[in-house]
T-cell receptor
Framework: GAGVSQSPRYKVAKRGQDVALRCDPI?????LFWYQQALGQGPEFLTY????????KSGLPSDRFFAERPEGSVSTLKIQRTQQEDSAVYLC???????????FGSGTRLTVV | AQSVTQPDIHITVSEGASLELRCNYS??????LFWYVQSPGQGLQLLLK??????LVQGIKGFEAEFKRSQSSFNLRKPSVHWSDAAEYFC???????????FGKGTLLTVNP
């Protein structure tokens, strides 16, 4: 597609529920990134894929966070047993060559109640 | 590790006035520097970037930024602000061949008519 598409736009989860956030990158973009943006903060790096390989997951806050990109296109960020501190906007970005020409999606706003 | 400081949390300017948003970075070598803009409910849009060469960089929407190594700064400027420029602005730094971006906390710009 023309841009990076994320769904859902908004998600409300009860504490302890599992959630799955989807990212459709720009067609042909090899690299895919997830960032977390807490209220009033700048985005923080979570993880990076090159095709289907997850090359860096150093930013994932805990083992409750898991990301996959099985066919090198669509990616899913899964959060298990959500906690209130997981409330944030989750941004996905893609780039053609893995360098800094990112295109960001509009994000998924997750609220844990 | 690199870091970014945006000293101004909130700036208010009148429409037609000039604008300067401050950004200071910390990194041992020559960084890659970026300015992004985020409108409410939207993702991040790249305004401009500096990799090397001319230290005065032109971007979209009439914005420019100047890299000053001696001051570790990359301030964003616009000679005449339009009401549509009201948004949050983020400075970011990338290091070497690393694909990760480190963002500042952002500056919220309000434009008065």
């Amino acid at each position: 597609g023309a841009g990076v598409s994320q769904s859902p736009r908004y998600k409300v989860a009860k504490r302890g529920q599992d959630v799955a956030l989807r990212c459709d990158p720009i067609s042909g973009h090899v690299s895919l990134f997830w960032y977390q943006q807490a209220l009033g903060q700048g985005p923080e790096f979570l993880t990076y894929f090159q095709n289907e390989a997850q090359l860096d997951k150093s930013g994932l806050p805990s083992d409750r966070f898991f990301a996959e990109r099985p066919e090198g296109s669509v990616s899913t960020l899964k959060i298990q047993r959500t906690q209130q501190e997981d409330s944030a906007v989750y941004l996905c970005a893609s780039s053609r060559d893995g360098h800094y020409g990112y295109t960001f999606g509009s994000g998924t706003r997750l609220t844990v109640v | 590790a690199q870091s970014v400081t945006q000293p101004d949390i909130h700036i208010t300017v009148s429409e037609g006035a000039s604008l300067e948003l401050r950004c200071n970075y910390s990194y041992g070598a020559t960084p890659y520097l970026f300015w992004y803009v985020q409108s409410p409910g939207q993702g991040l849009q790249l305004l401009l970037k500096y990799f090397s060469g001319d230290t005065l960089v032109q971007g979209i929407k009439g914005f420019e930024a100047e890299f000053k190594r001696s001051q570790s700064s990359f301030n964003l400027r616009k000679p005449s602000v339009h009401w549509s420029d009201a948004a949050e602005y983020f400075c970011a730094v990338g290091a070497g061949s690393n694909y990760k971006l480190t963002f500042g906390k952002g500056t919220l710009l309000t434009v008065n008519p």
